[in-house]
C-alpha cells in the first residue's frame, strides 16, 4: 500500500483494516468535520502521522502502540497503557498522545451502574472481582477505568496465567465480566467469548459489558439477556471515547448529552425492522412498502433462499422434507440478521426454531404482524395446507406475541401497516 502523506481532511481514523466505520457520523454531530477514514499500513500510518496536514486523529487497530511512540508528549494513561487512541496536533507542530477509550469505557461504566444499580459502580465494585476477557489494547484500556473503581481486575486470555479453563471454578465471586476481544463481531455473529452454561455459573454477576458494538446486542449479551442479568453491549464507549477526542481536537468543553442523544441516532439508523407473522399476514407486501417509506433495503427471507438456493421454499419442501427446509431458511435469515439498516420479511415459520430468535433480535426490532385469521389464505403455501390454517395458529402464535418487541394490528392495506410500523418505529 503505498504512503499517504498528507490528509485531505482535519480530522480522521487510522487503522487497518477499517472496513466500515461509524466514526464519521459521530465526529459530524461532535462537530469535529471534516472527518475521513485512513486504511493505512504501518508505513503510511507513520508517514501520515509525522508529515501529514492534520489537526487531530483518532487511531485503532493495529496502530495504537504506533501512535503513542511517534508522539512528542503523551497523557499519564498512554505511559501506563503503552497506546494512544487519539493523537492532536499542537499549534507549535508537536503532537500529544491521549488514550479517551479509558474515558469512554469510564463514562459507560458510570451510566449502567447508574440506571441499573442506581449507585456508582465505585460503591459495588470496590475490592470485588472483575473479569475481563481478552489482553490487547482495549483489554488495557478498561482494565484502568475498572481499576480507578477499586476493583480487583483479572486478566483473562487464551494462554498465560489466568485462561478461561477452569474460570468459574477459580474466579466464582467475579461481580462483572467485560468482553474485550472480537468474538462476537459483525460477521461472525452472534458467537460468544463465554458460552451460556458458564455464564449461569457466575451467581453474583452484577452486569455483563461488551466493549464489541456491532452487532448491537452481542452473543454474550443475548446470553445474559435470556439470564436476566443486565447487559450493555458498546456504542456508548464508542461514541463517548469520540467525545472526549473531539473536545481534545476542538479544544472546547462538549455536552455530556451528546452521547446518549448519537447513539439513539445511529441504533434508530442502523437496527433493523424485522417482520414477523401468520403465513398470508402481509409481510412482504408491508415490507416493501415500510422500506419506501425509510428509505432502506428491503430483503425478503424466502425471496434471498430462492436466490441462493435457486429453488423456491415451497419446492425445497416438497422435494427434500420441511427440517431441511427450516436449515436453509435459518442459515439465510442469520446472514440478513447480522447486517444493519435492513427492512427483513421473515418466513411465518422463522419462529418454530429458537435459535432464530437471536439471529433477528442481535440487531433488529422484531414486529409482529397480527391479521385475523379469517383474513389468511393457505394458497401457494404448502406449511399451511399440510397442517391448515388454524393448527398453525394454535402452534405459532404465542411464538410470535413472545418474540415481538411490537405488535400491529393489520389495517387492511399495506401502506397502512407500514405507516403504523414506522410510527412505532421511529417513536
Known sequence: MAPQSSAAAPYGLIGHPLGHSWSPQIHARLGSVPYDLHDLDEKGAEDLILRGAW?????????????????DERSSRVDALGVANTLVRRPDGSIFAENTDVLGFSLMLERFFLRE??????????????????????????????EETGARVVVVSRSGNETYEGLVDRRADAVLIVNTTPVGMFPACPS??????????FHGLLGVL????????????????????????????????????????QARALDRGLVGAIERE???????????????????????????LLGRPFVDIDDALELECGRSAAQIIREDGEDAFRSVETAVTGSYGARSGLVIACGGGVVTRPENYDLIHQNGLIVFLDRPI???????RPVSQAKGVERLAEERMGLYRAWADLTVRCT??????????????IG
Open 374 to 380: 379469517e383474513e389468511l389464505s393457505s394458497s401457494g
Open 412 to 425: 387492511g392495506s399495506a401502506e397502512g401497516d407500514a405507516e403504523a410500523v414506522r410510527g412505532l418505529f
Open 55 to 71: 489537526r487531530g486523529l483518532n487511531v485503532t487497530i493495529p496502530h495504537k502502540r504506533l501512535a503513542a511512540g511517534l508522539a
Open 117 to 146: 444499580h442506581g449507585v456508582a459502580p465505585s460503591e459495588l465494585l470496590a475490592n470485588r472481582t472483575a473479569l475481563v476477557l481478552g489482553s490487547g489494547g482495549a483489554s488495557r484500556a478498561v482494565r484502568a477505568a475498572l
Open 210 to 249: 461488551d466493549v464489541v458494538y456491532n452487532p448491537c446486542r452481542t452473543g454474550l449479551c443475548l446470553a445474559a439477556e435470556r439470564l436476566g442479568i443486565p447487559s450493555e453491549s458498546g456504542l456508548a464507549m464508542l461514541v463517548g471515547q469520540a467525545l472526549f477526542a473531539s473536545e481534545l481536537f
Open 192 to 201: 460468544s467469548p463465554l458460552d451460556e452454561e458458564t455464564l449461569a455459573s
Open 266 to 292: 445511529i441504533r434508530l439508523q442502523t437496527q433493523n425492522v424485522v417482520l414477523i407473522g401468520m403465513p398470508g399476514a402481509g409481510k412482504s407486501s408491508c415490507g416493501r412498502a415500510l422500506a419506501r
